[in-house]
């Protein structure tokens, strides 16, 4: 994670798991970090750890107010789409709040966020990078994720079509497939030993990733051995 002194960052879902990793690891590198998250108590938490993090708490259900809240912030380098829910439903059971609250967040908040930023840097004439981060759930069917794996597929289209349009004005646009990684969410979903059995079984290491000591941690080790 080299070359990001004095680079503007925006991560969403940087309030808690693996975005509140990568804001902290970004920063801890040199990049002035913008925080998104919808809860504020956990931006505090992450200001108190980091104070030089810049912290924006808005909803990225709610365009409207998604608009409103980044139109304030100042010009984006390279942006993180982290920000995503899983509400985990079998496919008869599967309600209409869990599908639209899944693809609002997980799919139309890339869309508007990515929008957004990237126009600024076209506007500016500045070459930038956008990541967003999909799931191994976008390739692999899995019991009870028939949302969350049809967001993280779309997201993986959306991500190419992205990177078609935004690439002749110099901005870089690709996603990472993490598979489970052990935060709040993922310990929610995963915690059951027959549930996670066979997932852990096709993982060469033997266990899930544990965010807590081995992602995106202080050390030198490579992010991306374990996405």
């Known amino acids: 994670m080299e070359g990001f002194s004095g680079r503007r960052v925006l991560v969403t879902g940087a309030g808690k798991g693996i975005g509140r990793a990568l804001a902290l690891a970004l920063s801890r590198k040199g990049a002035r970090v913008v925080a998104l998250s919808r809860t504020q108590a956990h931006l505090e ?6 104070p030089g993090i810049q912290t ?52 139309r908040a890339v869309l508007q966020v990515s929008q957004i930023i990237a126009q600024k840097m076209i506007a500016r004439g500045a070459r930038g990078a956008i990541v967003n981060v999909s799931s191994q759930a976008s390739h692999r069917a899995l019991k009870d994720h028939t949302v969350y794996c049809a967001t993280k597929s779309a997201l993986d289209m959306l991500t190419k079509s992205m990177a078609l349009e935004l690439g002749p004005y110099g901005i870089r646009v690709n996603s990472v497939n993490p598979t489970v990684v052990m935060t709040d969410m993922g310990r929610l979903n995963w915690t059951d030993p027959e549930k996670a059995r066979p ?12 965010i807590t000591h081995q992602l995106w941690s202080r050390s030198r080790r490579t992010p991306s051995a374990y996405v």
């Open 56 to 107: 924006l708490c808005v909803d990225l259900g709610d365009w409207d107010a998604t608009e409103a809240a980044l139109s304030q912030v100042e010009d984006i380098d390279l942006l993180v789409n982290n920000a995503a829910v899983a509400v985990l439903q079998p496919f008869l059971q599967v309600t209409k709040e869990a599908y639209d609250r899944s693809f609002d967040v997980n799919l």
């Open 45 to 50: 938490g992450l200001k108190e750890e980091c």
């Open 199 to 210: 997932m852990i079984s096709r993982i060469p290491l033997g266990r899930f990733a544990d």
